[in-house]
């Protein structure tokens, strides 16, 4: 038995879709000036190159969408760190890259650094629910034209698993090129990088990124095209009107970098939250962002698409009770939905903080729900009527060697954070749930040390020169 859940019918889904196709071709979308805009022209969307919007006709968007596969390799140091993108296969990633940390050994709040980079990807590449890495911090101590790059070249030291990256303009995009290539996998069938290309909402997009995410689609680069839209403030306050206005800005950008990169592996993403109207904040971890969530990811694969979604997601400043429940009431929606990827893994305050002992404490709630939806085996050999009968009365199942087997085989889930301990030896260790988190990063901080860099010295030095090159290349601000 599995656990199925849909949260909008289909009628409803294609009605969302069918209004976010009538914008694109009444209202259009704004992409500047640059090549994009140039091949919507070409393929027929009507241009007004002073403005840099196309209007898109429906039939384009279709053509771009049937050309997008639903299914790819991201690829890791080596296929067995693979992460395998295939319809009701769930993963799990960290997500927002803030540039401050909760520094778990002093409990302050600080800016990030190259060290928390190097730390925080070591911690993920040992976690088993992050089948991915993105950046968990923006680290501070480097120079701004670097950063990026030298992030990208931090993260493939520090884990075997496929790492996402972000990408600024064309001059980076030979770099990030070399630098996949130096790291392993081909770019065509195991691609070691992708990359990330954001919307603008409401209805926009920068040229200069998603010309340079179009050229990276072409190398063989795959791209998560993100919407972010925020209901009541950069779109409607409704859950129907934000999620529409987020799917318009999708299939735009989707149909640009298919029309420059045809075939290209695009994942449909949508990190929606709302505009708290008592707070004038952004919320991220509100019961409508999980609503917004999950219909963004059913619109995703009616459309064909790869979906990456916001999972993990909270609102709370420190790991404790807010964290605890929103993220598990999210991730618990999210993941019902059968999305392909879910951030939020080691992340706070609307990922606008990151936690090393949060990514711990985190992996284990991922473990949780998928538990739970992954449903349970009803067979006559898991009902044990036998059994049942042959003890009768007596409570003896635990010497039963059957309970021993099913126990070592994982019949029952075995917590590192949750405490099941008696009153009397959880006061007598004297640690909380946050505590044992922590100890547990330290466990796991002092194997990576002891492992070292995954990278080997002439991978290290193209890494290094990818990085001076684009350096070199960038724009003066």
């Known amino acids: 038995m599995r ?54 006709p429906a039939t384009l968007v ?23 993108i295939k319809d009701g296969v769930p993963h799990h990633l960290c997500s927002g890259s803030p540039p401050i940390i909760l520094d778990h050994r002093t409990g302050e709040r ?20 992050a089948s991915m890495v993105w950046a968990l911090v923006s680290v501070t101590d480097c120079p701004a034209e670097r950063w990026e790059l030298t992030s990208l070249s931090i ?37 070691r990088i992708s990359v990330v290309c954001c919307t603008a909402s409401p209805l926009q997009v920068h040229p200069e990124l998603l010309d340079a995410s179009a050229d990276l689609a072409a190398a063989g680069i795959p791209i998560v095209v993100m919407s972010m839209p925020i209901a009541g403030g950069t779109a409607p306050i409704t859950v129907a009107g934000s999620v529409t206005l987020g799917v318009a800005e999708i ?24 505009l708290d109207m008592r707070q004038t904040t952004f919320v991220y971890g509100a019961l409508e962002a999980h609503l917004q969530a999950a219909l963004a990811v059913e619109i995703g694969h009616d459309l064909g698409l790869p979906v990456l979604a916001p999972g993990l997601s909270t609102d709370a400043k420190r790991p404790g009770i807010q964290a605890a429940f929103e993220k598990a009431l999210k991730g618990l929606v ?3 939905t059968g999305a392909d990827l879910m951030t939020g893994i080691g992340m706070l305050e609307s990922a606008g903080l990151a936690s090393l002992p949060q990514i711990v404490i985190d992996d ?32 003896a199942y635990l010497k039963e060697r059957e309970t021993r087997r099913r126990f070592r085989a994982g019949e029952q889930f075995m917590p590192i954070i949750a405490d099941r301990s008696s009153y009397d030896h959880w006061q007598a ?25 995954l990278l080997g010295g002439d991978q290290q030095a193209v890494m290094q020169a990818a990085i001076d090159e684009a350096a070199a290349a960038a724009p003066v601000s």
């Open 429 to 453: 260790a004297g640690k909380d749930e946050l505590a044992v988190a922590c100890e547990r990063v330290e466990e796991l901080l002092a194997a990576a040390e002891g492992r070292g860099p």
């Open 3 to 56: 656990t199925r859940i849909e949260w909008a019918t289909a009628d409803e889904r294609r009605l969302v879709v069918d209004a976010a196709l009538g914008l694109l071709e009444r209202n259009g979308m704004r992409f500047g000036r640059g090549d994009a805009l140039d091949a919507l022209g070409e393929a027929g969307a009507r241009v007004d190159r002073a403005a840099g919007v196309a209007r898109i």
């Open 155 to 191: 993260m493939l030291a520090h884990t075997r698993k496929h790492v996402g990256s972000d990408v600024d303009g064309r001059w980076q995009v030979p770099s990030i090129v070399r630098m996949a290539e130096a790291a392993g996998g081909d770019l065509r069938t195991r691609p």
């Open 334 to 336: 999210v993941t019902s």
């Open 251 to 274: 299939l735009g950008a989707v149909t640009a970098i298919q029309l420059r990169a045809p075939g290209a592996k695009l994942f449909f993403s949508m990190v929606p939250g709302l």
């Open 110 to 129: 600080r800016s990030a650094t190259v060290r928390d980079l190097s730390e925080a990807t070591s911690i993920l590449d040992a976690t088993c629910t």
């Open 364 to 395: 284990e709630v991922a473990q949780m729900i998928k538990g739970l939806l992954g449903g349970m085996e009803i067979t006559p050999e898991t009902i044990m009527a036998a059994d049942i009968e042959r003890l009768g009365f007596s409570a």
């Open 62 to 84: 279709e053509d771009a969408l049937a050309r997008c596969p639903r299914e790819f390799v991201l690829g890791g140091a080596a296929p067995e760190h693979d992460c395998l």
